[in-house]
C-alpha cells in the first residue's frame, strides 16, 4: 500500500460557523468583519455570489449589503477557536498522522487502499464533520503536500467535483493542473508570480515542466522544493509536532481612542493576563517582556513607544507579567495623546521543564509550586465555564476600551449562558 497526504479545510469557515449556530442564516448571505468591524474578511457563497468583494472596508459597503440582505457578524474568535478545536479532533480519529497548519485547515497521512481509491473515505469524513458541527468541507488528495494543496483548490473550485479531488489517481493530470493559474500554486508569491507569466509560466503544469535551472536561478532551493512537488516527488514532510515559539504576542485595536493612563493600563493588564494563558498553554516561560502603545499614524504628532524589562526568573506567572507590564506602561505613556492600539510581548521563550533559578530570588521551591498550581486552577475554570469566569481587578469591570463588534454573535459553544434555548 502507497502513502497518500490530503489537506482538508473548512469552506467559508468564520462565515460556516456563524450559519452552523443560527438556522435562520441558512441560505442567506453572510459576511464577517475583521477587528472592531473593519473590513470583510469572509464570505458565505451567497455572499460571494453577489460580487461582494473581500477586504472591503465595511463603512464603504454597509449600504449596499443593507439593500442587498446581507446579514454582517463581527468576529466571534471563541466561537472560531472552538469550532476549530472540534473539527480537528474529528480529523485525527480518521487519520494516521495530522499537521495542523491553521484554524481550518490540516494536512494528513493516510494509506491508500487496495483499489487505491480514498474518495470514500473522504465523502465519509466530508458527511461526519457536517453532521457533526454544520461545516462544509474540501479534501485534496495528492502524493505530497504541494499536490494536496492543489487537489484541495480544485475540490472547492469546481462543481463536478463536489468538494473531493484526488489528483494522483486522475486520468488526465495534466488538463486540472492547466486548470490552475500561477497565482493559485501554493508558495507562489506575486513577484514570482509576474516572473513566471512574463517567461510565459502561465498555470501549474507549465511550471513543473519549466527547466529546472532557470527556476533555481530565480526562486533557490524553495523552487526546486516546489517543481519536485508537482512531478510527484515528496519534499515536504509533516510537520507533526508543532514548533516552540520564539516570541509571543497579544495587541488589540481599541474601539475608540485612550486619552488616560487607567484605561491604557486595563488594556495592558488585559494583555498581560491572556498573554500569561498563552505561555502556560505553550507550556512556555518568558524571560522578557515588552509593552508597546501608539497613536494613529493618520493624525499629527504621532507617538509610537515600547519598553522592555528582563524578568528575574523567567516565568508564565500571571501575577508577576502584571506587575512589569503596569510598570512598563507608566514609564511610556504620555497624557493628552489619543492611542489606539496597544499589546505586549512576551520574549526569550523557553520550556517550562527546566528553569535556572536565581540565588537572589526568594520565592521558595514549595510556594513556586503553589503560585503554579494556582495559575492551572484559574485556567481550568476559565476553560470550563467561560473567558472571564475568573478575572483580575487590574483588567477593569467595564471596559469602555474594548473592541468595537456590533455585529457579534452569542459564543454559544463556550459560555454556558449563551447557550441557544429550543422551545419544542
Not at 500554486?185 to 527547466?211: S, Y
Not at 486595563?266 to 512556555?284: D, N, P, T
Amino acid at each position: 500500500m502507497t502513502k497518500a497526504i490530503a489537506l482538508i479545510d473548512g469552506n467559508n469557515f468564520y462565515a460556516s460557523c456563524e450559519k452552523s449556530l443560527d438556522a435562520s442564516l441558512i441560505n442567506r448571505p453572510v459576511v464577517v468583519l475583521s477587528n472592531n468591524d473593519g473590513c470583510i474578511i469572509a464570505r458565505s457563497p451567497e455572499a460571494r455570489n453577489l460580487g461582494i468583494p473581500m477586504g472591503q472596508p465595511y463603512f464603504k459597503v454597509h449600504h449596499k449589503l443593507k439593500e442587498l440582505g446581507v446579514v454582517v457578524r463581527s468576529s466571534n474568535y471563541a466561537l472560531y477557536g472552538d469550532m476549530s478545536q472540534r473539527l480537528m479532533k474529528l480529523i485525527k480519529e480518521n487519520c494516521e498522522q495530522i499537521e495542523i497548519y491553521s484554524i481550518d485547515e490540516a494536512f494528513v497521512t493516510l494509506e491508500r487502499p487496495s483499489h487505491q481509491d480514498l474518495r470514500p473515505w473522504a465523502r465519509q469524513l466530508r458527511e461526519s464533520i457536517n453532521q457533526s458541527l454544520g461545516i462544509p468541507i474540501a479534501i485534496g488528495i495528492g502524493a505530497n503536500k504541494v499536490q494536496a494543496k492543489l487537489a484541495n483548490h480544485l475540490a472547492k473550485t469546481i462543481v463536478i467535483n463536489t468538494g473531493i479531488f484526488d489528483l494522483t489517481i486522475t486520468k488526465d493530470p495534466d488538463s486540472w493542473l492547466e486548470n490552475i493559474a500561477i497565482e493559485d500554486v501554493w508558495g507562489i508569491g506575486q513577484k514570482l508570480a509576474r516572473w513566471c507569466r512574463i517567461h510565459g509560466v502561465n498555470n501549474a503544469r507549465q511550471l513543473r515542466d519549466m527547466p529546472s535551472n532557470k527556476l533555481q536561478s530565480k526562486y533557490g532551493i524553495v523552487g526546486i522544493r516546489l517543481q519536485h512537488e508537482l512531478r510527484g516527488k515528496s519534499c515536504l514532510p509533516l510537520s507533526i509536532k508543532p514548533k516552540n515559539k520564539k516570541e509571543t504576542c497579544v495587541s488589540r485595536s481599541f474601539g475608540h481612542p485612550i486619552t488616560n493612563l487607567e484605561d491604557l493600563s486595563q488594556a495592558i493588564a488585559s494583555h498581560a493576563v491572556r498573554a500569561g494563558e498563552k505561555l502556560r498553554q505553550q507550556k512556555q516561560l518568558a524571560g522578557a517582556l515588552t509593552v508597546f502603545i501608539r497613536t494613529s499614524p493618520f493624525m499629527p504628532s504621532f507617538y509610537s513607544q515600547s519598553a522592555t524589562r528582563k524578568l528575574n526568573n523567567p516565568t508564565n506567572d500571571t501575577t508577576v507579567l502584571l506587575k512589569t507590564a503596569l510598570t512598563l506602561t507608566k514609564q511610556i505613556f504620555q497624557p493628552s495623546l489619543h492611542f489606539i492600539k496597544a499589546g505586549v510581548i512576551m520574549q526569550q521563550l523557553q520550556s517550562t521543564n527546566y528553569l535556572q533559578q536565581d540565588l537572589l530570588v526568594s520565592d521558595t521551591p514549595n510556594e513556586q509550586c503553589q503560585r503554579d498550581r494556582l495559575m492551572n486552577t484559574i485556567d481550568k475554570i476559565n476553560n470550563h465555564y467561560g473567558n472571564g469566569t475568573v478575572s483580575w481587578a487590574a483588567c477593569g469591570l467595564n471596559q469602555q476600551w474594548g473592541m468595537r463588534r456590533e455585529q457579534l454573535s452569542h459564543a454559544s459553544t463556550t459560555q454556558i449562558t449563551q447557550i441557544p434555548i429550543v422551545n419544542a
